[in-house]
Every structure is written in structure tokens, then in C-alpha cells.
């Protein structure tokens, strides 16, 4: 997130793990609630600096799960993944992988590694105490339709980083970061015994794959970065730029809407789906029901128009809202994982967002931002420009950003050409950081996800090629929906 033609010869070079350091990771059953389908899946765990600064103090653990590569002879190290986040859980994504059609080639070149990062999950989990009843729901923050709704978030925002605080007397949440994360995908490196690491992160995910193969560029083999925030961390303008994702996104959505007005009613041409939209968001600005504002309708959208799978719930809740069949579209809504609460997702969000790099702390930045979005994007640029506790985070960055590296092996860098959270101009930034040493492949298509997750057979050729075989596509390659 290395120098171009290296790859070929590296991974030709490239020891076996026996010559590696010694393997440390004692693999066995996972937690009872890791879920792995039908594919067996090992867990272990790794102990690791809590702060950096301090090598020898204070260390937590991190779990690990594996799908080892069943052909020895094919097996040409390991293969880290990241879903993304920064919160999301990892352990279950080898399986995951797997049973959305993972090749079998990529299985067996591979020991393929999933992980929960430190704070997450079953590493050390890390809280700041956040209840299923209090106003912060979403680690997107709600759309603002005036200055006044960007003021009543600066106080749940405050309200939540005072919150953060208070369950972290022994400051642990100051050490979430993309950098110590990264450190500690080297530190996993190690204890599975290899020389080099391979990488596959989504989102978020890019991010810290980034800043591993700048920190660690002797390191670090084939990394496959996909759908890419612009650097290694996210910041007040990168969140901003969700609010074009939402716009160059949604006409997929609203051509396949109209392609289905006789179930759903929606608007008979994209146009008129659009237009439906704003419709149900004036009405429930106007007069919102008990559990559903026109904020709750604006993100149930949002994250709809995060794959094609997605579309015929978002356009049942849209239905139930026209119907007005409020309770319907509530429990609907609430089907909707991204809409739940969840204590942990949240802390190590945010103290990764805050931790990496300073946000605006005065409000009339934010309502600034706010109007010159709602202009620009109004489907839903009021939203991601709006305050989040960031602004009142607790902590400074303890250390800059990490700077992209344009030294070391090659990157494939994928991303869809529409995508709501991080939109394709975020790869381009990308790219033009790592120069020589990364390779972009952009797909016409739409959704949040290429590799295995995108239905676009290109890409998955041209990752699975490299992946197996080092073989890189030109240094910009389109693939046809």
C-alpha cells in the first residue's frame, strides 16, 4: 500500500518456511462462535507489545485461525487477510472466502490466515462501554439537514469520545492504531515461521495493507489491495468522498429498481426511483416514526448499495415505507447487521480513525462541509461530512501517519469503478503513491468487493494469476462487466 519486475524472480527466490524463523503458533479448535460453515478451520493465537515503545511491557494476544494448504508441493507460504473495518472480525473469513468460491489453486498455494486485530474480538477486546439504547448507532454519522442536527451530533460526539475515555483509565485505546496493527502482522509473520507474508485486504483492509508493505517492504510478497481507501488512514476528507460513492453508486441500483417497478413501485424509470427517495426522506424529516428518521432511511440506503445482493431488501424497506408499514420497515432495517449496535466495532473504529491522524475540532468546519455536501452529493453528502467523536478524541496521534512507501515488490491494487464507501478515485490516489510498484485493475461494476466478492470474472482470473503464479496485468487494466 515495490519495484516493478521484482515479483516474478522474488517469488521464485522465495525460501521455504522450514528455512524460516521457528513457528510458534500452536493451532487448535476456534471459539464456539466463530463460524466456519463447512469447512474446518483451526484457531491459535500470538502475544504481542501492547505499545511498541515498550517491547517488553504490557503484551495481548491475538487469535488466529488457518485453512492449511492440503498439497505440500504447491504450498508457497502464507496468505494474511483482512475484512476490513477497522473492527471487523477476521476469524471466520478463511471459511468465508471458501465458501463464496475461494479457487482451489489459491487454497493450495496457500496456508490461508484470518485474524482478529488488536482490540477486536477475541484479541484482547478492547470497550468503551457503548449500550444498545444510547444515540451513537453507526459509526457513519446520521444526515445532517440543517446546521442545527450538525450541533446535536457534536454533542453525542463529544458525549461518546468523554465515554471512550472513561472506560480506558489505563489507556490501552491510544495503541489502536494502523501502524501498531501492521507491526503486529509482522510479529505474525514470525511466529508462523516465514520469511515473507502474503496479503489480501478489503477496505479498510487496504489501508493496513498499505502501511505493511511500506513499513515492511522486504517483507512483504503478493499484496492484493481491494477497494481502497486513497492512503493508509481515513480522515475527515476521505470520509467525505463517501458521499460522491453514494451518488456514482446508487444509479445501478435505481436502473435495477425500474427494471422491477411491478413488484416493488418504486418508479418505473431510474429518475423516478430517485426521485421516490427523496420523497421518503422529506416525509420522514417531516415526520419521522418511533425507531425511523429520514437519517435511519438515508443509511439502511446507503448500505444497500453495497452489492446487488443487497438491493431487494433495500427496495422491501422502501416498499413498507410507501405502503406505510413503518413496523415492517423497521424489522427490516434492524435485519440489517450494519444498522446494529455493536460495542466493540465501534471502540476499535474509532480509536484507529482518531489514533492515525488529527480531525477538525471546530464544529463550524463540520456544518461548512455539511451544507457544501448536501449540495454536492444529496443523496447522502450530509451525512459523511458530519462531526464524529474524532473531533474530540482524547488522545493526539502518538506518531504520523505512515507514509506510502513507492519501494519494494509489486502490488495489485483492485477496485469496482462504483463503489458507495470507497470510490474508485480513492484507488487512483492510490496508485499514484505507490508508482512504479503497483498495478491497478478497475472493474465496471458496482458494490463494495471485487476479488471472490464481485461476480466480474476478469478480476478474479487476473488476482487468482498472480496470487499463483506472480503473473501481473498491464500497469492499468480495465475489466468488462
Not at 220 to 241: I, K, Q, W
Request: glycine share 10%.
Amino acid at each position: 500500500m515495490v519495484a516493478a519486475g521484482l515479483v516474478g524472480s522474488m517469488a521464485a527466490a522465495a525460501p521455504a518456511a522450514a528455512q524460516g524463523p521457528a513457528a510458534q503458533v500452536r493451532w487448535g479448535a476456534c471459539p464456539e462462535d466463530v463460524k466456519t460453515g463447512f469447512t474446518a478451520l483451526e484457531c491459535g493465537t500470538v502475544r504481542v507489545p501492547l505499545d511498541y515503545a515498550e517491547p517488553d511491557g504490557t503484551q495481548i494476544e491475538l487469535m488466529l485461525s488457518r485453512i492449511a494448504s492440503a498439497v505440500p508441493d504447491q504450498r508457497r507460504g502464507v496468505l494474511m487477510l483482512n475484512p476490513g473495518g477497522p473492527g471487523g472480525s477476521g476469524l471466520s473469513m478463511p471459511a468465508d472466502l471458501v465458501g463464496m468460491g475461494l479457487p482451489a489453486s489459491v487454497m493450495n498455494a496457500y496456508d490461508v490466515i484470518g485474524m482478529d486485530t488488536r482490540g477486536v474480538g477475541h484479541s484482547t477486546p478492547l470497550s468503551c462501554g457503548f449500550t444498545a439504547d444510547q444515540e451513537y448507532r453507526a459509526n457513519i454519522p446520521p444526515y445532517a439537514v440543517d446546521e442545527a442536527a450538525v450541533d446535536e451530533q457534536a454533542e453525542i460526539s463529544q458525549g461518546v469520545a468523554a465515554q471512550c475515555a472513561a472506560n480506558d483509565p489505563g489507556g490501552e485505546l491510544r495503541h489502536l492504531s494502523t501502524a501498531n496493527t501492521a507491526r503486529d502482522l509482522d510479529r505474525i509473520r514470525a511466529a508462523l515461521g516465514e520469511e515473507k507474508t502474503n496479503y489480501l485486504g478489503y477496505s479498510y483492509g487496504t489501508a493496513l495493507g498499505a502501511a505493511y508493505a511500506s513499513m515492511f517492504p522486504e517483507r512483504a510478497d503478493r499484496v492484493v489491495l481491494d477497494s481502497n481507501l486513497p492512503d493508509t488512514f481515513l480522515d475527515h476528507e476521505g470520509m467525505r468522498t463517501w458521499g460522491a460513492g453514494a451518488e456514482e453508486t446508487f444509479p445501478d441500483f435505481a436502473a435495477w429498481a425500474a427494471r422491477r417497478h411491478g413488484a416493488y413501485g418504486l418508479g418505473s424509470t431510474p429518475e423516478q426511483v430517485r426521485a421516490t427517495y427523496f420523497e421518503i426522506a422529506r416525509q420522514l424529516d417531516e415526520n419521522p416514526v418511533p425507531g425511523l428518521s429520514g437519517s435511519d432511511f438515508r443509511m439502511a440506503t446507503f448500505v444497500g448499495l453495497y452489492g446487488k445482493t443487497r438491493y431487494g431488501t433495500t427496495a422491501q424497506i422502501w416498499q413498507s415505507l410507501l405502503e406505510s408499514d413503518a413496523d415492517a420497515a423497521k424489522r427490516q432495517l434492524a435485519a440489517t447487521p450494519e444498522l446494529s449496535p455493536n460495542d466493540n466495532a465501534f471502540t476499535v473504529f474509532l480509536s484507529v480513525t482518531c489514533n492515525d491522524i488529527n480531525w477538525p475540532e471546530d464544529v463550524q468546519t463540520y456544518q461548512r462541509d455539511v451544507a457544501e455536501d448536501r449540495e454536492r452529493f444529496p443523496l447522502f453528502g450530509a451525512a459523511t461530512a458530519n462531526i464524529i467523536p474524532c473531533a474530540y478524541w482524547e488522545h493526539e496521534p502518538v506518531e504520523p501517519p505512515v507514509r506510502v512507501n513507492p519501494e519494494g515488490s509489486e502490488i495489485l491494487i483492485l477496485q469496482n469503478l462504483r463503489d458507495p464507501v470507497t470510490p474508485h478515485r480513492g484507488a487512483v490516489a492510490l496508485q499514484e503513491k505507490f508508482g512504479e510498484r503497483s498495478h491497478l485493475v478497475s472493474v465496471d461494476g458496482s458494490g463494495h468487493g471485487v476479488y471472490v466478492f464481485g461476480g466480474n470474472a476478469c478480476a478474479l482470473n487476473t488476482t487468482t494469476a498472480y496470487l499463483v503464479d506472480g503473473e501481473l496485468p498491464a500497469k492499468n487494466k480495465l475489466c468488462e462487466a
